[in-house]
């Protein structure tokens, strides 16, 4: 029984459902609490989504993410590796949650959710790669 799977996904939204899938049949092998696979395949969806939405390629680049999914001392540990320019997500970017949801400007409240439900992140750009490590402590 693998403690981990690795994928690289095709640079199409339409890849977000076997992902979820996959994380799906992984939390319920290795009897993850139904919230950290949930929050897992949350941090996935807007992650991913934000790379193929909002992530810049250089020209003739083709776009690659692979996911990795591990469970390492009783922590579900969650790597998203992707070729699009530097961008590190871990720095703090202020969503106002406070305002008015009307009054509030589009945009950083997926990121900072991501950020919040995880019990550690880290990022590294290494190699023409970003790469973002999310730690989710299980009981």
Do not use: C, W
Request: aromatic share 6%.
């Amino acid at each position: 029984m693998s403690h981990k799977f690795n994928v690289t996904l095709q640079a199409q939204l339409k890849e977000l459902r076997t992902l979820a899938e996959m994380v799906e049949a992984f939390g319920a092998v290795h009897e993850l609490p139904s919230r950290t696979t949930f929050i897992i395949n949350l941090a996935l969806d807007e992650l991913i989504t934000n790379i193929l939405v909002h992530g810049a390629f250089d020209e003739g680049v083709e776009p690659t993410i692979e996911v990795e999914l591990g469970l390492h001392n009783g922590t579900a540990v969650l790597t998203v590796e992707s070729n699009d320019v530097e961008f590190d997500p871990t720095e703090d970017t202020n969503p106002d949650t406070e305002s008015d949801l009307l009054a509030r400007g589009i945009g950083g409240l997926g990121l900072h959710l991501v950020k919040s439900q995880a019990s550690r992140s880290s990022y590294v750009y290494v190699n023409g790669k970003n790469r973002l490590t999310l730690e989710y402590d299980t009981p």
